[in-house]
């Protein structure tokens, strides 16, 4: 048994595999009743010894739509009190260890802090206090009303910050020293934060694993909203929705994303250019500065699309009249069919669309970021460093290759977790676990990941199959297209 006081109260925690565990910390009060589709409240202290041994409960949200629920495990955990979080950290108390604070993918819709993959105990063991939190998804979380505030869940996760600031010196963590990583959605997030005035001073570096710079105007947010308002027959207002029952607003939002994804598009949830969270297009603003102190390490997976594309069989349905006409559609550069099926002999259609779709809405934008980045001081003055990756290890489970989510169970050096074991298969080589882990605990330690920051010679660290090299440029050919 681990004792901690925190500024609410004091937790109990247990030990496991040598690091004390704390889970289901409240940060935020349960978003329920009047508190619905509003602004995080503060949590009411608590007398006693609060229990912080198993997770808490976890944000509404529909299971992930088949084939993907048999590679993208879900837990669901009920109750209210969803806005929690969780910690491992190797020397509670005094120590001043460096902290990373993980936030989840899954399209704003899906995902949680209880992925067994987002186990903290090799971080932990290897000296970071890691921090995982929860946040309110899909309508409640980044629905778009007249009478509440936008970007609701990354309210949610700017609060989880504000704790890890006021509390994370009791398990030993720096505040001063504090790294945001996340994946798809959650790199999409703290891509935002980096632009946000409220994170200013919230963290001090960054990751973003496939995951860009995005959001959208309210009136294109809003679009979600107002469907499902149609599909229920209420009015597209969050006085109506929190009146709704939630299991009726979790079908109708199923029934209204259903068959949209990240790279085909459809209907979906936004971070939105709200005017106060996030003040502008963060894209925009990245390029013109913001957030430019902050160190920053990302990259992307070589084949992102198959995890889309492949398992419901979507690639072997696209044709070359489909690929043309989906290169028109989204504007990609005309010669790109050519180009590209140059460096994949043998490619199908479905295949040379897929790498276009992926370097078009990641792999493109994250070099972008990277290049206003060089050499630029950041708003307010300071430079930080910037290194690129790219995961191009392919998994042997259903053709997957190096696709979307592969990398996170090397990340956390958790490739025997079962939801690892679904993308990855038995065999994924441990050596490039420990490779890719360690650049990440070293980045988070002095904000050097081991290999050459980013230049006009271009290197990208590739973990793939011969192990991790610095490849120099990789496909310029191809980059080139897009200007």
Known sequence: MTLITTTHGTLRGTTEHGVAVFRNIPYAAAPTGKLRFRSPAAVTPWDGVRDATAFG???PKNPYPAPLDELLHDPDIPGDACLNL?????????????????IHGGSLRNGS?????????????????????????GIEGFGVFPDAPANLGLRDQLTALRWVQENIGAFGGDPANVTCFGESAGAISIAALLTSPYAKGLF??????????????????????????RHLGIAA?????SQADRTELLAAQAAVTRGGNPLTGGAGFHIVIDGDVIPDDPATASAQGAGHAVDLLLGTNTDEYRLWFVPGGLVDRIGRATLRAAVLKHRAPWRSPRVYRTARRGASPGEILGAIATDKLLRIPLNRLADARTGRP????GRGRTFFYEFAWP??????????????GFVFDTLDSPDSRALAGDTAPRALATAMHT?????????????????EERPVMTFGVNGSEVVRAPRERERRLWG
């Open 57 to 59: 409960p976890t944000a």
């Open 113 to 137: 802090s209880a992925v067994p993959t987002y186990d903290g105990t090799q971080f932990a063991r290897d000296g970071v206090v890691l921090v995982s939190l929860n946040y309110r998804l």
């Open 204 to 229: 001090h570096r960054a990751v973003l694993q496939s995951g860009a710079p995005a959001a959208v105007p309210p009136t294109t947010a809003r679009a979600t909203t107002k469907a499902m308002a």
């Open 86 to 102: 969780n910690v491992w950290t190797p020397s509670p108390g005094k120590a001043r260890l460096p902290v990373m604070v993980w």
């Open 237 to 241: 207002t969050a006085k109506a929705f």
């Open 395 to 408: 998994s042997p489970v259903r053709e997957l290759g190096a696709c979307h989510a592969l990398e996170i």
């Open 439 to 455: 650049a990440w605990t070293s980045f988070a330690t002095d904000g050097d990941p081991g290999w050459a920051e980013w230049s």
């Open 378 to 381: 950041g708003q307010g003055g």
